[in-house]
């Protein structure tokens, strides 16, 4: 019993450091799909009187239950036949283990794509 008791916060720390990060995953690949889905959008739409407006719509809708803001979202593209649509988005993340903050930033992640 005094063996368990040394280091059962060992390993009930360890357990919630892995469950902070596979949350964390979980936010960098819902960003990821949301950016992928934005720039799809992006594509497609050259002909609409507000592409970039669509686009980050796109990314928001498809962020599943990540809020993200116009802010955090950047379309870059002169939307021409041909020419490369750049969309990324940033999301903030913390991982805290206990109510101690061990690691914390920004999620980016950016998707390329080819106007049709």
Known sequence: ????????PVLAMLLFGIVQFGLVFNNYL????????????????????DPVGLTRTAV??????????????????PFTRGSDVTVSASYPYSIDVLGLVVQSG???????????
């Not at 949301?34 to 050259?46: D, I, L, M, Q, T």
């Open 1 to 8: 019993m005094t063996e368990f008791a040394l280091v059962l």
């Open 30 to 49: 819902t960003l990821t799909d949301a950016v992928r889905a934005g720039a799809r959008k992006a594509v497609v739409s050259r002909h609409t009187s």
């Open 60 to 77: 928001k809708d498809s962020a599943g239950g990540l809020t993200l803001t116009d802010s955090q979202i950047t379309v870059s593209s």
């Open 106 to 116: 920004n999620l980016t992640s950016t998707s390329k794509e080819r106007v049709e």
